[in-house]
């Protein structure tokens, strides 16, 4: 968000820790908007409020949104590796800005998943998308490896919307998957998914494609999903 605290943006800018803020205005002329500024959890609005320290003007940064169609084989991840990172195709003053949190992707997707990955430097919008807690629906194209006949599709469907359990996998454990809504695709929406989907180039069989609708972002927890039910 555009709206800080005080002491957020002193210590964004390393003019001062959270603990000395408080002195800090004391002992400086600290104005917002023309007005002298005493109380560290002030809000300051970048969009809108002009900041001086001493009678020198401070720029107040805004925070970074980004939305990226995410290619396959490129990963998340800020760390070096063997595969392509997302953050490579992005300028660096966007990467690493000056006076703001490091951008980062909002969850992440798959090294072999294509689609809307979210960048932001906005620790708090992050949060709020991504914990469970607030219901965040994330829907998945998927393509499966197994021709699906009529009762295996609502099978699937009625396993999933009541919760389906999950083995564990590498360092996640086993979980109960919160109830996650499945649609299955017809003939006519096939041959538009093919057009954009790249996983779909090669597919042959109508009734592959699906929509999972899930509230949660457990590792690889689609591709496990579907595992459990043997596909």
Partial sequence: MDIQRLDEFFVKQNLSTYRRTRRFLQEHTVL????????????????????????IPHYLPREIYIMMNKKQNTV???????HERIFESIEEKYVNPKGLGKLHAVGRLDLDTEGLILLTTDG???HRLTDPSTHITKTYLVYLRDYCTKEKQEWYKHSFAEGITVEQEKKSPSFTAKPANLQWYDTENFHTIKKYCTLANNASEELSFCTLTITEGKFH???????????
């Fill in 32 to 55: 917002v908007n023309g007005i002298r500024a005493l109380e560290a959890g002030m809000l300051l609005d970048a969009r809108t409020d002009m900041l001086s320290i001493d009678g």
């Fill in 76 to 82: 998340c991840t800020t760390d070096k590796g063997w």
């Fill in 124 to 126: 708090k919008l992050s």
């Fill in 221 to 231: 927890q689609v591709k496990r999903m579907f595992k459990a039910v043997g596909n």
